[in-house]
């Protein structure tokens, strides 16, 4: 028999519990804006062109356009388009640039804990240590923003095998590394549950953009299609459609463009629509416990 993790059971997602979203909605969309920071000279990080020795100028700089130009520009069009989104953002961010946080929780969104760069991968770290990030980062975002964060991200989807027991007992409600449904799923934890809210992989502009080196204007069709056809299948079930960007990628003003174009269908939509937030996603499925996942 293959090894399995044991957090949660298959069941298709056309044999479980109906229900509704908030506003009788059928969809929920959320977007996911990562604000990340990168270690100079050394550590991981995306790439544009193929890396050098380090310092790494021409990626570090690339990089850091996201930190001062296109997580801004991001910012004026998500309050154009009025879309709430959250902020996955590492702790180092708040030492490197705290205004650029700080101007997503004042506009209400919600702040992810990110861990502490990205420029490393906590799945690598023993028990004591992959703890210690996860509370580090946790009181460096509450000592910011004044509030405690419920939900996770690490930094380039990096789990140990007991990083979902870690969060649990560390406070955490829901993570974001799992993309294996569209739908929340709680996982079991060796102290309780967290709760899995669908994190995208496809509809991440990372993967899309960097990896696969698609254009601009076939990101915002994805987008598009992806929306289009959630809607049509949240007519059977409710569904969670999520959409990960990175400023240093569609905050360049040629994607951003096309972005927008994206970006506005959904928001034209929005009546029919739970225009969300991961952690109210998360606060939701608390409501109903297991009734529907």
């Keep these: 028999m293959s090894a399995t993790h044991g957090r949660y059971d298959y069941v298709p997602i056309n044999r479980r519990a109906d229900f509704r979203w908030p506003g009788d909605a059928r969809l929920a969309v959320y977007i996911?804006?990562?604000?990340?920071?990168?270690?100079?000279?050394?550590?991981?990080?995306?790439?544009?062109?193929a890396g050098g020795s380090q310092p790494d100028?021409?990626?570090?700089?690339?990089?850091?356009?996201?930190?001062?130009?296109?997580?801004?520009?991001?910012?004026?069009m998500l309050d154009e388009l009025q879309l709430p989104s959250c902020a996955v953002?590492?702790?180092?961010?708040?030492?490197?640039?705290?205004?650029?946080?700080?101007?997503?929780?004042?506009?209400?969104d919600e702040i992810v804990a990110h861990g502490r760069t990205n420029s490393e991968r906590q799945g690598e770290l023993d028990e004591n240590t992959e703890a210690e990030l996860i509370a580090e980062t946790t009181k460096t975002l509450k000592r910011h923003t004044g509030v405690r964060p419920k939900g996770w991200l690490g930094p380039w989807i990096s789990e140990s095998r007991i990083t979902p027991d870690l969060l649990q007992e560390a406070g955490y409600v829901y993570l974001l590394d799992w993309c294996h449904d569209d739908q929340p799923v709680w996982f079991r934890t060796r102290r309780g549950r967290i709760l899995s809210v669908p994190y995208p992989q496809e509809i991440n502009d990372i993967p899309a953009v960097?990896?696969?080196q698609m254009t601009a204007p076939e990101f915002a069709a994805m987008i598009i299609d992806q929306f289009e056809e959630?809607?049509?299948?949240s007519r059977h079930q409710p569904l969670v459609m999520g959409i990960a960007l990175h400023p240093y990628i569609v905050g360049q003003a040629h994607r951003l463009r096309h972005l927008r174009r994206a970006l506005a269908q959904i928001s034209a939509a929005r009546d029919s629509l739970w225009l969300t937030t991961p952690g109210e996603i998360a606060n939701f499925a608390d409501g109903v416990g297991n009734a529907a996942f």
């Design 210 to 212: 960097v990896a696969r």
């Design 32 to 49: 996911a804006v990562n604000l990340e920071h990168f270690t100079f000279g050394k550590g991981l990080g995306a790439t544009l062109v």
């Design 89 to 108: 953002t590492n702790a180092a961010i708040f030492d490197y640039c705290p205004e650029l946080p700080a101007a997503f929780f004042k506009r209400g």
């Design 57 to 76: 100028v021409l990626n570090f700089a690339w990089r850091d356009y996201g930190n001062r130009v296109g997580a801004w520009r991001m910012l004026e």
């Design 230 to 233: 959630m809607r049509c299948q």
